[in-house]
């Protein structure tokens, strides 16, 4: 089994959100990969606050909330608060938003379903 010590210094520098998906704010994004193949993506991933859209597709994530608050909305208009230790599942298909109020770190687990 491998240990790893995840330090601020390892994060990738943020970038903002592609301005066609930004609703509010002006959100930006780092994402840190631990690990990733053909199948499957493992990762940490922190947002600052702002509101911008998502879609999942080609793939089911699993995401636990590490740190920070918001909300995620279906694009139907089903709302899940986020604070840490939620636990989300965005099927193959999901669409909605993400509005985050205090930035948000979350872990997350990438399985590709177009492979």
Not at 8 to 17: E, F, R, T
Not at 29 to 45: C, F, I, K, P, Y
Request: charged fraction near 25%; glycine fraction near 8%.
């Amino acid at each position: 089994m491998t240990t790893m010590l995840i330090r601020s210094a390892d994060w990738p520098a943020a970038q903002p959100v592609e301005r066609s998906r930004v609703i509010a704010g002006t959100p930006e994004t780092s994402t840190l990969v631990l690990h990733r193949n053909t199948r499957a993506e493992a990762g940490l991933w922190k947002a600052s606050p702002g509101e911008f859209t998502t879609v999942r597709q080609g793939c089911t994530e699993f995401i636990t909330i590490d740190a920070g608050r918001g909300r995620l909305v279906h694009d139907n208009g089903r709302a899940i608060e986020l604070q840490p230790n939620t636990v989300v599942v965005l099927e193959d298909g999901w669409t909605g938003r993400w509005i985050v109020e205090e930035t948000v770190v979350k872990s997350y687990a990438i399985i590709f379903t177009d492979s």
